[in-house]
């Protein structure tokens, strides 16, 4: 998966689509208001941040559109806009097990910048401190056995778009 920050999605999301054709987009916000902020961590504390996210499928991987929600708290993306503005934020790899690509990075003082709970429920997604190393943060999830990775558009018998497709 492909991670860019912007700030307006709907503008972004437009621009793509008109352009180059790319759709069609399922949105969320993350994370879902009826989860609420239990599991969400932002360096080292209790995370408090809220995202609106589209996604497509470019192929055989997926992109996420990420717009930091005003007012939320920090998060990786709003350090991303911030500092360096829009862009390329993160490349999410999807592994089977997390804990020893943690376990490898942490000893390479590698550290967790956020996390936070899947939206595929038994999933979990870490955005690593490696922008120093190779210019973007690296996001580790767990993939479950019979799942490909991608995020889910139906979980427990619901849509998770938002109701906006853009075909």
């Given at each position: 998966?492909?991670g860019?920050v912007?700030?307006?999605?709907?503008?972004?999301?437009k621009?793509l689509n008109e352009?180059?054709?790319?759709g069609?987009w399922?949105?969320i916000?993350?994370?879902?208001?009826?989860?609420?902020?239990?599991?969400?961590?932002y360096?080292?504390?209790?995370?408090?941040?809220?995202?609106?996210i589209g996604f497509?499928?470019?192929?055989?991987?997926?992109?996420?559109?990420?717009?930091?929600?005003?007012g939320?708290?920090?998060?990786?993306?709003t350090e991303f806009?911030?500092?360096?503005?829009?862009?390329?934020?993160h490349?999410?790899?999807?592994?089977?097990?997390l804990q020893?690509?943690?376990?490898y990075?942490t000893?390479?003082g590698?550290g967790?910048?956020m996390?936070?709970?899947?939206?595929?429920?038994?999933?979990?997604?870490?955005?690593?401190?490696?922008?120093?190393?190779?210019?973007?943060?690296l996001?580790?999830?767990?993939?479950?056995?019979?799942?490909?990775?991608?995020?889910?558009?139906?979980?427990?018998?619901?849509?998770?778009?938002d109701?906006?497709?853009?075909?």
């Amino acid at each position: 998966q492909i991670g860019i920050v912007v700030r307006d999605l709907d503008r972004t999301v437009k621009a793509l689509n008109e352009v180059f054709g790319i759709g069609p987009w399922r949105f969320i916000t993350y994370p879902p208001p009826e989860r609420g902020a239990a599991g969400l961590e932002y360096r080292g504390e209790p995370g408090h941040f809220a995202h609106r996210i589209g996604f497509a499928s470019l192929g055989p991987i997926e992109m996420e559109i990420c717009e930091p929600v005003a007012g939320a708290g920090p998060s990786s993306l709003t350090e991303f806009l911030d500092e360096h503005g829009e862009g390329i934020q993160h490349i999410r790899f999807n592994v089977p097990e997390l804990q020893p690509v943690l376990d490898y990075l942490t000893g390479k003082g590698i550290g967790c910048v956020m996390s936070g709970p899947g939206i595929r429920p038994g999933t979990r997604w870490y955005h690593m401190d490696t922008s120093a190393q190779v210019g973007f943060v690296l996001e580790l999830m767990n993939v479950l056995p019979g799942t490909d990775g991608r995020t889910p558009e139906i979980v427990d018998g619901k849509p998770v778009a938002d109701g906006k497709v853009i075909a």
